[in-house]
C-alpha cells in the first residue's frame, strides 16, 4: 500500500483484525426486520445502532419524522407514518465537518418471505438489508472507529445520520437531512457499490413520486351515464398523458405505477386514484416536468370535469457529476489507489439521500458501501470481504478529509 503516511498506515492495521466483527454486527441487524413500515423493528434497530456508535461519542438523539400525507385506495388524505431518525453530531477542533449517512429501514416487509441468513458460497453472505445497507452501516461504523483512533482523531467534525424511510424517499427524514448538510461541507453515503465490483455511483437521475386523487361522480351505466364522471376514466387518460411526457423529453423517465378506483359494471365509477414515478436526468427535467405536470392535470380535470387532489414531489433532485462533486471522486479514487484498489464510477437512474446531500450544496460520494449485488430481492447478497476493504477506503478518506486534502471540492493530493 504505497503512498500511506505513517499515521495511515497505523490506523488501517487494526481494521483487517474486524472483520469478523463487523460481519457478526451485520448478521446480528440484518435478523432484525425493519421494513420502512415496520415501526417496532425500525425502532430495536434504532436502539442497537445507538448502542454500537456510542463508543464513539458525541452527542446521539432520536429525531421525529416530518408530519406526511398520502392519498389512500379511496382518495382521501391520511397521515403516511415513518420511524425515528438516529443523529449523532461530534464537533472537530477545526470547522471542518463531514456529514456521514445511512438507512436502518429496508424494503422488505414484515410479512415477507425474506427473514433469513444463508450463504451463497464461502465469502458470500445472503440475507435482508446485508448489503442495503446494514452492511454500509457497519463500514461506516469502523471508519469512524479508525478516524478517531489516529492521530488526526477530533480534526475533524461530523454528523452521521441514520434514517429509518430512505427506501420510501426519505419523505420523514428530508428536514434533518437538509439541516445537517447546512453545517457540513462533504457527504458519504454508504449505500452498496453499484456493481459487485466495487463501481461507485456518479450522477443520478432525480426522483419525484405523486398520487392523484380523481373525484368524479357516480351514474347508472345504462339509464343515465351522460350524469355522470367516470373517475377511472379520467385516471387512465391522465396515466397515458403522464406517460407521453418521455417522448417529449428524452432525457426523462415517467412510469405510471397503479390505478386504484372502480366498482360494479353498472355504475359510472366516481373516485380513482393513480400513482406515478418521474425521473429527470438534469434540473432542467424536473423544472419542465412540473410544468408539464401542471398542464396535464388542469386538461385532464377539465376534459372529464373532475376533480384532482395531487400529493407527492421531487424529494430526490437529480445529482450531476459536476466538477464540485469530481473532486470528492478524485480524493475517494486517489484512497483506493494507495490501497490497491481500483475505483471507477458510472451514473445511475436510482437515486439515495446522496441527491438529498448534493442539493444541499454538498460534495458527495454515495456508495462507500460494502459489494455486493441483488438488492431490493430476495437474491440480495453482500461479498464479506468487502467490509475490510471499504472500511479502510472510508477511514482513509475521512483521514485526508481531516487533512484538508479537499479544497473548494477538488481533491489537493
Do not use: Y
Not at 429496508?106 to 446485508?130: A, M, R
Amino acid at each position: 500500500m504505497q503512498g500511506l503516511s505513517e499515521i495511515e498506515r497505523r490506523a488501517l492495521e487494526p481494521v483487517d483484525a474486524r472483520g469478523a466483527d463487523m460481519l457478526a454486527n451485520v448478521e446480528s441487524w440484518s435478523r432484525i426486520n425493519s421494513g420502512s413500515r415496520n415501526m417496532a423493528g425500525l425502532a430495536e434497530m434504532a436502539d442497537l445502532l445507538a448502542a454500537a456508535f456510542a463508543p464513539l461519542g458525541g452527542t446521539a438523539e432520536l429525531r421525529d419524522p416530518a408530519p406526511v400525507e398520502t392519498i389512500d385506495e379511496d382518495g382521501r388524505r391520511v397521515p403516511l407514518a415513518h420511524g425515528r431518525n438516529l443523529h449523532i453530531s461530534r464537533p472537530g477542533r477545526g470547522n471542518a465537518r463531514v456529514m456521514l449517512t445511512g438507512h436502518m429501514d429496508t424494503v422488505f416487509p414484515k410479512d415477507h418471505h425474506f427473514q433469513d441468513l444463508k450463504w451463497l458460497e464461502d465469502g458470500v453472505l445472503n440475507g435482508p438489508g446485508v448489503a442495503d445497507m446494514k452492511g454500509g452501516i457497519a463500514v461506516m461504523l469502523e471508519a469512524l472507529r479508525a478516524l478517531e483512533a489516529s492521530d488526526l482523531g477530533g480534526r475533524l467534525g461530523w454528523e452521521v445520520v441514520l434514517n429509518a424511510d430512505e427506501e420510501v424517499s426519505s419523505l420523514g427524514s428530508a428536514l434533518l437531512l437538509a439541516e445537517v448538510a447546512q453545517r457540513c461541507q462533504t457527504g458519504l453515503t454508504f449505500e452498496p457499490s453499484a456493481d459487485p465490483e466495487g463501481t461507485l455511483a456518479g450522477g443520478r437521475k432525480g426522483s419525484g413520486n405523486f398520487a392523484a386523487s380523481i373525484a368524479g361522480r357516480a351514474a347508472h351505466a345504462g339509464r343515465n351515464p351522460e350524469d355522470g364522471r367516470n373517475a377511472l376514466v379520467a385516471a387512465a387518460d391522465l396515466a397515458v398523458r403522464l406517460d407521453a411526457m418521455k417522448t417529449k423529453r428524452p432525457t426523462l423517465s415517467v412510469n405510471p405505477a397503479k390505478i386504484d378506483g372502480g366498482g360494479p359494471n353498472n355504475v359510472v365509477p366516481e373516485m380513482a386514484v393513480l400513482r406515478w414515478n418521474v425521473r429527470p436526468l438534469t434540473p432542467d427535467d424536473q423544472a419542465w416536468a412540473e410544468a408539464a405536470q401542471e398542464e396535464i392535470l388542469a386538461e385532464v380535470a377539465a376534459r372529464h370535469d373532475v376533480k384532482i387532489d395531487v400529493t407527492g414531489s421531487f424529494a430526490r433532485p437529480p445529482k450531476p457529476l459536476d466538477e464540485k462533486q469530481r473532486g470528492l471522486f478524485d480524493l475517494v479514487k486517489g484512497c483506493g489507489s494507495d490501497l490497491g484498489l481500483n475505483i471507477g464510477w458510472k451514473d445511475t437512474g436510482g437515486v439515495c439521500d446522496g441527491n438529498n446531500l448534493a442539493a444541499a450544496g454538498l460534495a458527495v460520494v454515495d456508495t462507500m458501501g460494502v459489494r455486493g449485488g441483488a438488492i431490493h430481492s430476495d437474491r440480495e447478497f453482500m461479498i464479506v470481504d468487502s467490509l475490510t476493504e471499504r472500511a479502510k477506503l472510508a477511514a482513509l478518506t475521512l483521514m485526508r478529509l481531516a487533512e484538508g486534502r479537499l479544497i473548494e471540492g477538488r481533491s489537493a493530493q
